[in-house]
């Protein structure tokens, strides 16, 4: 067996119990002890315990936080219910199913694709082992058939377990043994390690917030956004911070606008529906220039939707939703790893200009787990512009040349004022007056239109005459489709926007010189991106619009085909 | 507060009635003034005005207290000042006042305060309170007895409200 | 010289914005603006360290007309607002202003829980059975056969009772003012602003435009028979058979208030990096 591969994804199913997920993350924590790069994503049925799961872990020697075209390895502890998983979990024929055959036999859906069965006595060689759990063979077996070295696994196993470490590592051995009697997908080695995280992308966003300053969240629990609040409750504790959990998202806005109206940059963490509660008090952070931000983990909608399940579909209210003319910031991170950036500026930018940040990230982000390379961080930091008294009356919202008034915070003498969702003037005193509307609106739009977000923007790779627009979990994969059309000497560009509102219309118009041929790639059912980008900007050329609504991820290749399409 | 110290000797009795007839000053003051400002703002000019005169009128009883009483400046309202009414006797309530109220209407607030602080310092004065006192009491109502007289005039002069003065034909607005 | 009153630092007056209320005149919130005034004065506090947070409706134009720091933020969302605000700056005195459309209805689940959060803070409600801002309909707290356009006839549907609700959810602080004794409503919201934790004070306050009718309550309010408790199950007791016009404290309880934001801090932001770090 040659160590030809650099890319391998495997899949652990089962039935609530048998600890798929935490066998999972064991093979992540043994990829990157080996000095692997690791994603793991997960899936899993509506039961809240008990119910079918499947870990997916794609072990590679470059970084990415895409899953692959195929998985090599399919393995279940047994199969019930795994059939639900086919569109999750396409195979091929060079894929191989691992099963235990007290469990019977793997679906047709998955034989039918050619992927071959070996069947593998989980539950008997557990028994061999005191304490032994058929996770942990098959744990050993995965790693086995990617020719991860054996004390990687016993580091993992060691970090990960609390008890029962000897009983694992031993159940695992076992595994690996049996791997040696299979034909596997050995990962090349990889070159000298660079210094690296394993981090959710909803760890990611709470981490670049509490960077942005943040000091102050509430939040209500909703999936995919509750592990962002969980992690953190904690953190914000040490830094001298605190989480409130409110009693609805109604609450959880208000809340922070009430913090940061204090001068401490607050934040909260939602998904769809609770963002689609929130929307009436962005509107009062605009109006009153409060700065706040909303990390909006996006799943599947509308109404409930797919709650577990990752989409692009809240693209509109977070650009459009807002009553009245409402100019905020909407930002979405193209990494899971720019969770933490894209946040961190999100925070920076709702304070330096006095105004609500929107920061679309995903389910996929939010609940996968990835290896990356420590991100690097930008030296430049945003600041609130604060007021003091200069024995003038105090104008809250003097009509400045750059739209930003400083803003008196509660304990400054001499400059009381009231922040107010009623139009008002200068001075922050309610007006029907069309003239105070037209200057404060005039105001509030020159904030957010002059502001120059320099290369931040976008993420802009490669050349050519085709070009791909896209923004959030979808530049994963196609990276990677451009990576292999370059591989093969065709060249793209690849523009991830990151920034949404303010749109940039002459930064695009630069980057889109020469191009002929224009792809618009999202993940959500009516081409919500694409409308925002034939509204906002000029496109060149044809434009073909590749989408699908969640939750099924885009896969390198189909991107690739249309890039590489004549 | 409510009553002067049973056992007070009459100079701090003394001390003590005026600081309540000064309070009670303050408030009609602020009170008018209110009213004043209230209808300024539901544009009935003529009204405000005639408040902020009242209020000018108490300003002038209130500036003599201190000038009595040798105190050098406006003392604030105590904390709590307990009256054995809801407020003091000079107080009109607020809810006396109307968007479309006439001059007479306010006369007839001001007359309404007036006597009742002209029976205020009257109680006292019959009451059992050191001499001092009842006789700082004595004067002090007869110059109530004359503000009495004074708005009784002025009714007078201005027209009586006709019926309905305060029909409006438009409904209130939604602001909100 | 014997100057028997003595001078706070501050008067009254100077909480009192340039402002002016757009209230109906003899509406019972100007009595309540006056209170919170007074009260802020007698407590020795300065404007700068005093924010009044308020929803939508007519008594949630108050914060404007002081001279503290205002929060005039969206429907029924005072509350929250005030919460927010008091956690993160624990050193501000917070003073939350609603109404009963406001604070009851639209705002009805956050009083639930602002209750039992019991943060260090002052909820007063302009409570006068109506809807004053969108013209005269009927509030949870407006009696089942009050005719109006929106419910001719009446609503036919039961009073909500706020101090039960407050009492049952929690409420540290429980007491009913009237705004014809401005005296009274400010001596009340003083031992409120002084109580810890969370404290309700429910004034109730007439509409002069769409309940003329309530000019009459200067004849039911009476200050309440007997003092507080702070025994829940004895200020039930009392609450359930109260017929809504006993002014005074009615409640005291003995709950610690909800913490605010740490001191300082006791790590830095890469010791965080650390639970990442492979």
Known sequence: MKANHSSVSVALAGSGGAGVMTAGNMLLEAAAAAGYYGLMTRTSGPQIRGGEAAAMVRVSTFATDAQDDRFQVLAAIDWQNVNRFATELPLGPESILIGDQAHGEPPEVFTKTGARYFPVPLKQLAGQVQGGWPNMIALGVLAGLMGLPAQALEAAINKAMKKGVEAGIAAAKLGLAQAANLDGFKLKEIPAKSSRWLITGNEAAGYGALRGGVRFVAAYPITPATELLEWLSPALTKVGGTLVQAEDELASINMALGASYGGVPALTATSGPGLSLMIEALGLGVTAEVPVVVVDVMRTGPSTGIATKSEQADLNIALYGLHGDAPHIVIAPNSLSDCVAATEWAVGLAESLQVPAIVLSDQYFGQARAVVDVPAFEKKSFHRAKANSNGQPYKRYALTDSGVSPMAIPGTPGITYTADGLEHNERGTPSSQSGDHLAQMEKRARKISQLDPGDAWASIEGEGDVALLTFGSCTGPAREAFARARAEGFDARLVSLRMLAPAQPAKLKQALAGVKRVLVLEQNHSGQFLRYLRSEYELPGEVKSLRRPGPLPFRPEEIYREIVRP | MSKPAKKASGEEAYADFMSRAYTMELEAIERYAQFADALDTHNNPEVAGLFRKLSAIESLHAKRILAEMRWPSLPALPAAYAWESVEGPETAPFDAVHYLMQPYHALEIALRCEQQARKYYEDIAAGSAPKRVKAAAKEMAAEEASHVALIQDWMKKVPQPAPGWDEDPDPPRMNE | ?278
Request: glycine content about 10%; aromatic content about 8%; some cysteine.
């Open chain 3, 1 to 278: 010289m014997n100057a028997p009153i003595t001078s706070p630092a501050l008067t009254a007056k100077d909480f009192k914005s340039d402002y002016k209320p757009v209230w109906c005149p003899g509406c019972g919130d100007y009595s309540v603006l006056t209170a919170v005034t007074k009260a802020l004065a007698m407590l020795e506090l300065r404007p700068e360290n005093v924010a009044v947070v308020s929803g939508i409706g007519c008594s949630s134009r108050i914060p404007a007309y002081t001279t503290c720091y205002g929060f005039h933020g969206v429907h029924g969302r005072s509350l929250p607002a005030g919460t927010g605000l008091k956690v993160a700056r624990p050193d501000l005195t917070v003073l939350v202003a609603s109404g009963d459309g406001d604070g009851y209805s639209i705002g009805g689940n956050h009083f639930l829980h602002a209750c039992r959060r019991n943060v260090d803070l002052t909820y007063i409600v302009m409570d006068n059975h109506v809807y004053g801002m969108t013209k005269g309909q009927p509030s949870p707290t407006t009696e089942p056969d009050w005719s109006s356009k929106l419910a001719p006839g009446g609503t036919g549907v039961r009073e909500f009772h706020p101090l039960v609700i407050a009492l049952a959810s929690g409420a540290n602080f429980i007491a009913r003012a009237f705004s014809g004794d401005p005296n009274g409503v400010a001596a009340l919201i003083v031992e409120a602003v002084r109580h810890p934790g969370f404290s309700f004070v429910e004034v109730l306050s007439p509409c002069v435009t769409f309940r003329p009718e309530q000019r009459g309550w200067k004849e039911s309010a009476r200050p309440a028979p007997v003092a507080y408790t702070d025994d829940p199950a004895r200020a039930a007791r009392r609450l359930m058979t109260d017929d809504g016009f006993n002014i005074g404290v009615l409640y005291k309880g003995r709950r610690a208030p909800f913490a605010g934001l740490p001191a300082a801090p006791t790590h830095s932001l890469a010791d965080l990096e650390g639970g990442f770090r492979l």
